[in-house]
T-cell receptor
Framework: DTEVTQTPKHLVMGMTNKKSLKCEQH?????MYWYKQKAKKPPELMFV???????INESVPSRFSPECPNSSLLNLHLHALQPEDSALYLC???????????FGEGSRLTVL | AQSVSQHNHHVILSEAASLELGCNYS??????LFWYVQYPGQHLQLLLK??????LVKGIKGFEAEFIKSKFSFNLRKPSVQWSDTAEYFC????????????FGTGTKLQVIP
């Protein structure tokens, strides 16, 4: 079991839908991350939050909108996605920005 | 670009065989290096990490890795694999100069045959 909880585990959405992915950790970590993983590929960094402020955006399209309401929660708001955005979205956290990453089980997104 | 690379994409071993998976990095300064494992249907788990100090790092489940600065390498080893080691293994790294980006290698799929 992982201490980083992601919901939902599976999500199917149409290209006009608006949905959100949620991530929660209670380890007191102050850095949180969103990664995207396509099948048979490594995780690719999307966003990094440090102390609840967005510190890295890896040129992610604006149809993905991250939010960090507090130090324990991280959301990824999805709007007008494309079928090629279908992937496993992984949340991770670390004690600081120099520590190892702790990953959630991911949210598997399918865009129809 | 700063990165890590893995050369073995798919490795098939029999149980009790020894394992070595290659990882090279291209960071120029001080680095943090990691090996993660992803068992089928499970989340990424940290096997071991190198930040500084002893270049031979021991991790969980009998895995170890050696940081060789002169070769820019951080290879993963296990003397005797088990069927339960079947998984995808990712090398990852970070430039420790305050930058937060952890980059993953392409991964190695290990299949252990009973």
């Amino acid at each position: 079991d992982t201490e980083v909880t992601q919901t939902p585990k599976h999500l199917v959405m149409g290209m006009t839908n608006k949905k959100s992915l949620k991530c929660e950790q209670h380890m007191g970590h102050r850095a949180m991350y969103w990664y995207k993983q396509k099948a048979k590929k490594p995780p690719e960094l999307m966003f990094v939050y440090s102390y609840e402020k967005l510190s890295i955006n890896e040129s992610v399209p604006s149809r993905f909108s991250p939010e960090c309401p507090n130090s324990s929660l991280l959301n990824l708001h999805l709007h007008a996605l494309q079928p090629e955005d279908s992937a496993l979205y992984l949340c991770a956290s670390s004690h600081g920005t120099a520590g190892e990453l702790f990953f959630g089980e991911g949210s598997r997104l399918t865009v129809l | 670009a700063q990165s890590v690379s893995q050369h073995n994409h798919h490795v098939i071993l029999s149980e009790a065989a020894s394992l070595e998976l290659g990882c090279n990095y291209s960071y120029g300064g001080t680095v943090n290096l990691f090996w993660y494992v992803q068992y089928p249907g499970q989340h990424l788990q940290l096997l071991l990490k190198y930040f500084s100090g002893d270049p031979l790092v021991k991790g969980i489940k009998g895995f170890e890795a050696e940081f060789i600065k002169s070769k820019f390498s951080f290879n993963l080893r296990k003397p005797s694999v088990q069927w339960s080691d079947t998984a995808e293994y990712f090398c990852a790294g970070r430039d420790s100069g305050g930058y937060q980006k952890v980059t993953f290698g392409t991964g190695t799929k290990l299949q252990v045959i009973p």
